[in-house]
């Protein structure tokens, strides 16, 4: 069956586009303003549709923590977030003992949702002063034979791997991690640029929630060392992901970041917590504490943040009405940036790409997903 999907405002990468989307057996076949057969049509009227959006960076929600759920619960969590513009995320595991990552990834991978295409480890390999919400005592350093193991066990289920590259003297971490096809990504990091430019050298082109937990310009005797945010901004191919959810970055920053990085190197991420979409008024990280204030997750002695509870709609929303840019270029960091990185025929309204869709209003409020091309409610 051929399914048209019609909008006045369809997200393209460059532009918004008056015409016609077709669909057919999960794919787009093609976006044109040609009347081409169909078999249905479902008229959109003045919303936008556009691609769906791409979370690589969501530890759970809807009281679900991806670290410690049943298969139940992963795809409780899975649909809240589609709710919101969620068509694809990797499930993110806070650091633990590496065995015990493992049975969560186990886990999450039994739940056998489509929407999570792996998983992402965040540790167990951070610095113990830029942890965050993470537990200290769960933090360690790499174990070359303890990886290589972990990795041919898990078939290519993890993604990407957050560490801190002062840990990884000489880039056998993420040397080894790369090979394995998992995205190395440079977070919770006191690295100064020497460590930076030997895991650049072993192919990290990511960096985990840019200005959250990460070092920036320091000093010894005098002389300035350049940190993981200026490596950031130095390195072209260098991805920058940003929680965008108007609480940990002011939109003057994100402002700054797009317009230094440029579109196609910022991806949004949530950082969701378990309590996203939830009314819990505190809860906890694998054993450290938080608590839900102002629409963000903090630390009890409110020094720091400690995750968000943001959706996807929200990171859209804050760039389009805070920070002040064009809907086409904050879905392209939604959507076609965090496909780029996966190297997935996702992220795009372009035919031979899968019709996964998102349609939302004038305020960003979705109002309807397709996954392949089909309607998905919950």
Known sequence: MIKRLK????????????????VQNGRITAVTKDDLPFDEEIDLGDKYLAPGFIDLHVHGGNGVDFGNCSSDEVRRAVAFHRQHGTTAMLATLAAAPLAEMEKAAKRVRLAGCPTVLGVHFEGPYLSPTQCGAQGVGA?????????????????????????????????TFCRTIREAGVIPSAGHTDAVLGDL???????????????SCTSTVTRTNGYRNLGTVEFAFLEDDVFAEIIADGKHLPPELIRLIVKLKGRERVLLVTDALSVAGSSAPCGDLNGVAYVVEDGVCKLPDRTAFAGSIATTDRLVR???????????????????????????QKGRIEAGYDADLVV????IRVTAVYLGGERSDG
Not at 147 to 164: E, F, K, P
Not at 197 to 211: K, P, V, W
Not at 360 to 363: A, C, G, H, Q, T
Request: aromatic share 10%; glycine share 6%.
């Open 197 to 211: 430019q030997i895991a650049y050298r072993e192919g990290c082109r990511l960096i985990t929630h840019l200005y």
């Open 360 to 363: 939302f209003d004038d305020d």
């Open 7 to 22: 909008s006045r405002r369809i997200v393209l990468n460059d532009c918004l586009f008056n015409g016609f989307v077709y």
């Open 318 to 344: 804050t760039c389009v009405k805070e920070v002040g840019l064009s809907v086409v270029d904050s879905v392209y960091m939604a959507s076609t940036a965090p496909a780029e990185l996966l190297g997935i």
């Open 139 to 171: 933090l360690s350093l790499p174990d070359e034979t303890a990886v290589r193991s972990l990795l041919q066990r898990s078939n290519g289920y993890i993604r990407r791997w957050t560490y801190a590259p002062e840990l990884d003297k000489d880039g």
